[in-house]
T-cell receptor
Framework: EAGVVQSPRYKIIEKKQPVAFWCNPISGHNTLYWYRQNLGQGPELLIRYENEEAVDDSQLPKDRFSAERLKGVDSTLKIQPAELGDSAVYLC????????????FGPGTRLLVL | QKEVEQNSGPLSVPEGAIASLNCTYSDRVSQSFFWYRQYSGKSPELIMSIYSNGDKEDGRFTAQLNKASQYVSLLIRDSQPSDSATYLCAPYSGYALNFGKGTSLLVTP
């Protein structure tokens, strides 16, 4: 079974530029999460999707971040414009209703904003 | 604020010894608990889950949960250098995992 797929793996941009990250969850997983992980910290939730509905986006900085999950499968997280403080690893995870909340992470996208 | 506390380490143990990693959490509604292993530059990898009080064993790993004390631990028996990583404790509180900062484990040959 294929795991969570993310792209790109690395991204270097200048501040004020836009950037987008893509995630394809494990097949059959209806719940998808986007986390951000800063160096030396644990991942922090940005947004959670149940199928195509964003059910928890309270931690998403909505002035510059947006996300979508069309058709309840793939998801895209966008930052526009990027700031220096957005440099971090952006992780996508997915879980199934039968998995008792166990979440499986993709490899992440390492973002560096210059 | 839901707090998850872990000793940041590094915890250094010799090869073959038992490594003991501890975690306390503040959110009493947490019902599911997970341990993730994260190698440097990699994403978190799920290694253990525990849902009820007591011990759960899986190979060289044993997770222990005490909900009354809001405490969860991970024991790694016969530690190997390949176990050197950061271990993240993650209670699940009904909507998302709430991660600690992790404990860095170093297993020395």
């Amino acid at each position: 079974e294929a795991g969570v797929v993310q792209s790109p793996r690395y991204k270097i941009i200048e501040k004020k530029q836009p950037v987008a990250f893509w995630c394809n969850p494990i097949s059959g997983h209806n719940t998808l999460y986007w986390y951000r992980q800063n160096l030396g910290q644990g991942p922090e939730l940005l947004i959670r999707y149940e199928n195509e509905e964003a059910v928890d986006d309270s931690q998403l900085p909505k002035d510059r971040f947006s996300a979508e999950r069309l058709k309840g499968v793939d998801s895209t997280l966008k930052i526009q414009p990027a700031e220096l403080g957005d440099s971090a690893v952006y992780l996508c995870a997915s879980s199934s209703a039968e998995g008792r909340s166990a979440q499986y992470f993709g490899p992440g996208t390492r973002l560096l904003v210059l | 604020q839901k707090e998850v506390e872990q000793n940041s380490g590094p915890l250094s143990v010799p090869e073959g010894a038992i490594a003991s990693l501890n975690c306390t959490y503040s959110d009493r509604v947490s019902q599911s608990f997970f341990w993730y292993r994260q190698y440097s530059g990699k994403s978190p990898e799920l290694i253990m889950s525990i849902y009820s009080n007591g011990d759960k064993e899986d190979g060289r790993f044993t997770a222990q949960l005490n909900k009354a004390s809001q405490y969860v631990s991970l024991l790694i028996r016969d530690s190997q250098p390949s176990d050197s990583a950061t271990y993240l404790c993650a209670p699940y509180s009904g909507y998302a995992l709430n991660f600690g900062k992790g404990t860095s484990l170093l297993v020395t040959p």
